[in-house]
């Protein structure tokens, strides 16, 4: 068996060694590798932060080592004092110094077991990161689990923080709401972007024919046209037919006698057809003026029944009811129909990027506006904050209590998907200089234990 070094890690390459020196953020190699072969794919990444913790270290590893000579050279001196009848003095230093060695390879035995075999030798119980790693992740992720990702830890640490009042005082500030402002713009921008119109179009398109097929619209038609003829929003509609009616028979009167002419037998004389369509064009013009002029006009009258009785009927007939579902799925069912409204998507998009895009715009000033006035009242109305922190509570509390083996399992399987050699030398870089202060307070308080035991078994052999 190879034995190495007790207590020393590999050092680094120097200059005239032959191997090339540790690149700053390069991974660090196992012992006894060429230094340019990637180290295992699951250990750390070994940074020059890391080296310079190992130098720390093997400092601190030297001046415990060094300590330990010192009291082993103090006990050799002082026994061959002893030895030598230098005095009862010499017996007192030779028991510290014996039991400061004592205290010393003691601990040194401790904090090498940690990260390797003494020695090399496989003594049971030693080497423990390296082989006890999986067993170190499984424990660290079942107390982060318990301590850290509970029910109750969770809402007490979120109650705390008082997310809604502090979210609330941060939103009320107007430089705050731009910015909130500015990032949905380029949230809903790029999400637009990332869109296919082909997808939206064909999505839209199927869920507005399928909501028009599912739900019946002679009855909601019915109420909204008898609304619409009980409150005379429909006079209008009837003044402008009217208007028009009139101006177009003033414009095209050569066009109607002519066509009331072209209906005459052909054994009337012509001019007996001229005189027919010249009077049956003057009562037609005088017919809608005086419906134009007269709001009380018979004919508004019967237009007004007409209109009241086809709202009743679209409620409460069943053959004019399925007249409109079939005149319904027809013009559904017309291609000219499906691109209208697949084409609504592009213009809907169009405009609301636009609007995104402008600082300008309704959009992003109603927007702002919003989340200013959602900000005071979250910052000064108590209600609301309970309700905000309540909101979030729950959600952690879910994503906590649903999730909580796969965030564990992220600890476990990262530290089980470390390399044990790579990993107990980079715990030991970041750990090992304060674990030398134990070795160098083993001999120290070892040799003041063992002058004390020293003094206590003169005192009472004497």
Same mark, same amino acid.
């Given at each position: 068996?190879?034995?190495?070094? !007790?207590?020393?890690?590999?050092? !680094?390459?120097?200059?005239?060694?032959?191997?090339?020196?540790?690149?700053?953020?390069? !991974?660090?190699?196992?012992?006894?590798?060429?230094?340019?072969?990637?180290?295992?794919?699951?250990?750390?990444?070994?940074?020059?932060?890391?080296?310079?913790?190992?130098?720390?270290?093997?400092?601190?590893?030297?001046?415990?080592?060094?300590?330990?000579?010192?009291?082993?050279?103090?006990?050799?001196?002082? #026994?061959?004092?002893? +030895?030598?009848?230098?005095?009862?003095?010499?017996?007192?230093?030779?028991?510290?110094?014996?039991?400061?060695?004592?205290?010393?390879?003691?601990?040194?035995?401790?904090?090498?077991?940690?990260?390797? +075999?003494?020695?090399?030798?496989?003594?049971? +119980?030693?080497?423990?990161?390296? #082989?006890?790693?999986?067993?170190?992740?499984?424990?660290?992720? @079942?107390?982060?689990? @318990?301590?850290?990702?509970?029910?109750?830890?969770?809402?007490?640490?979120?109650? &705390?923080?008082?997310?809604?009042?502090?979210?609330?005082?941060?939103?009320?500030?107007?430089?705050?709401?731009?910015?909130?402002?500015?990032?949905?713009?380029?949230?809903?921008?790029?999400?637009?972007?990332?869109?296919?119109?082909?997808?939206?179009?064909?999505?839209?398109?199927?869920?507005?024919?399928?909501?028009?097929?599912?739900?019946?619209?002679?009855?909601?038609?019915?109420?909204?046209?008898?609304?619409?003829?009980?409150?005379?929003?429909?006079?209008?509609?009837?003044?402008?037919?009217?208007?028009?009616?009139?101006?177009?028979?003033?414009?095209?009167?050569?066009?109607?006698?002519? &066509?009331?002419?072209?209906?005459?037998?052909?054994?009337?004389?012509?001019?007996?057809?001229?005189?027919?369509?010249?009077?049956?064009?003057?009562?037609?013009?005088?017919?809608?003026?005086?419906?134009?002029?007269? !709001?009380?006009?018979?004919?508004?009258?019967?237009?007004?029944?007409?209109?009241?009785?086809?709202?009743?009927? /679209?409620?409460?007939?069943?053959?004019?009811?399925?007249?409109?579902?079939?005149?319904?799925?027809?013009?559904?069912?017309?291609?000219?129909?499906?691109?209208?409204?697949?084409?609504?998507?592009?213009?809907?998009?169009?405009?609301?990027?636009?609007?995104?895009?402008?600082?300008?715009?309704?959009?992003?000033?109603?927007?702002? #506006?919003?989340?200013?006035?959602?900000?005071?009242?979250? &910052?000064?109305?108590?209600?609301?904050?309970?309700?905000?922190?309540?909101?979030? @509570?729950?959600? &952690?509390?879910?994503?906590?209590?649903?999730?909580?083996?796969?965030?564990?399992? /992220?600890?476990?399987?990262?530290?089980?998907?470390?390399?044990?050699?790579?990993?107990?030398?980079?715990?030991?870089?970041?750990?090992?200089?304060?674990?030398?202060?134990?070795?160098?307070?083993?001999?120290?308080?070892?040799?003041?234990?063992?002058?004390?035991?020293?003094?206590?078994?003169?005192?009472?052999?004497?």
């Amino acid at each position: 068996m190879e034995r190495t070094k !007790p207590d020393e890690p590999a050092e !680094p390459a120097e200059e005239g060694t032959g191997q090339p020196a540790l690149e700053p953020g390069a !991974p660090f190699p196992a012992e006894g590798t060429n230094r340019t072969e990637p180290a295992h794919p699951g250990a750390f990444s070994y940074s020059e932060a890391d080296e310079i913790k190992r130098r720390g270290v093997r400092r601190m590893k030297a001046i415990a080592t060094a300590l330990l000579g010192l009291v082993a050279v103090v006990y050799v001196l002082a #026994t061959w004092a002893e +030895h030598s009848g230098a005095g009862a003095w010499a017996g007192y230093v030779a028991a510290a110094a014996e039991a400061g060695m004592v205290g010393a390879l003691a601990d040194w035995f401790a904090v090498t077991a940690l990260f390797r +075999h003494p020695l090399g030798l496989p003594i049971p +119980h030693t080497a423990i990161i390296p #082989t006890k790693k999986d067993q170190l992740g499984i424990s660290l992720g @079942e107390f982060v689990g @318990e301590n850290f990702l509970s029910r109750e830890v969770v809402r007490r640490r979120l109650r &705390a923080v008082g997310i809604g009042s502090r979210l609330g005082a941060w939103l009320a500030e107007p430089e705050h709401a731009d910015r909130v402002t500015a990032e949905l713009s380029t949230a809903l921008r790029g999400a637009l972007t990332v869109l296919r119109d082909s997808d939206v179009q064909a999505i839209v398109g199927e869920a507005i024919t399928r909501r028009a097929d599912a739900a019946e619209i002679a009855p909601g038609l019915g109420k909204m046209l008898d609304k619409v003829v009980a409150d005379g929003g429909h006079r209008r509609i009837v003044d402008l037919v009217c208007v028009r009616a009139h101006d177009w028979l003033v414009a095209h009167s050569d066009q109607v006698m002519d &066509a009331v002419e072209g209906g005459a037998p052909g054994w009337t004389p012509r001019f007996v057809d001229r005189k027919v369509g010249e009077r049956v064009y003057k009562e037609l013009l005088r017919f809608v003026t005086e419906m134009r002029d007269m !709001p009380e006009h018979p004919a508004r009258g019967a237009v007004d029944k007409f209109l009241s009785d086809f709202a009743t009927d /679209l409620q409460t007939d069943g053959d004019t009811r399925a007249r409109v579902e079939r005149l319904k799925s027809e013009v559904l069912g017309r291609g000219e129909v499906q691109d209208l409204i697949a084409s609504a998507w592009s213009s809907v998009r169009a405009m609301v990027v636009a609007a995104a895009e402008d600082e300008r715009s309704e959009l992003r000033m109603r927007v702002r #506006t919003a989340l200013l006035s959602l900000g005071q009242r979250l &910052a000064t109305d108590g209600r609301l904050q309970n309700k905000v922190d309540g909101w979030v @509570e729950d959600a &952690a509390v879910y994503v906590v209590q649903t999730y909580r083996g796969e965030i564990t399992s /992220l600890i476990t399987d990262t530290v089980a998907g470390w390399d044990a050699d790579h990993t107990s030398k980079k715990i030991e870089a970041h750990i090992g200089r304060d674990l030398q202060f134990i070795r160098i307070n083993g001999t120290v308080v070892g040799s003041l234990a063992g002058l004390v035991i020293h003094a206590v078994t003169q005192v009472a052999g004497g």
